[in-house]
């Protein structure tokens, strides 16, 4: 099994940044997709990012730009860097991990842009 945990969010200022830590545990296999999702209010849950084993990163075209993700595979964490945050980026920011032939999800972490 894999757990999978998001840690930061909070309250971010329209401009600002955060970055989102997701570490996972346990039996963890060699070949993970790692990225991150996020479910808008009153909006379905929609990718955000994903990055291969071999550091490679897939955006969403809306998101290129000001959201970077990075993996750290020594430590099994994956980073959602998030710059010039806007309202709209207000979520719940779910880290996700996969493998052939599992899914695993973190609780999420919620992240509100106000001033």
């Known amino acids: 099994q894999v757990q999978v945990v998001e840690s930061g969010g909070g309250l971010a200022q329209p401009g600002g940044a955060q970055r989102l830590p997701c570490a996972a545990s346990?039996?963890?296999?060699?070949?993970?997709?790692a990225g991150w999702y996020r479910q808008r209010p009153g909006k379905e849950r929609e990718l955000v990012t994903t990055?291969?084993?071999?550091?490679?990163?897939h955006y969403t075209d809306t998101l290129t730009g000001r959201f970077t993700i990075a993996r750290d595979s020594a430590n099994n964490t994956v980073y959602l860097n998030m710059n010039n945050l806007k309202p709209e980026d207000t979520a719940v920011y779910y880290c996700?991990?996969?493998?052939?032939?599992?899914?695993?999800w973190g609780p999420g972490t919620q992240v509100t842009v106000s001033s």
């Open positions: 996700h991990m996969k493998t052939e032939t599992q899914s695993y």
């Open positions: 346990g039996n963890i296999p060699k070949d993970v997709l």
């Open positions: 990055i291969t084993t071999r550091h490679t990163a």
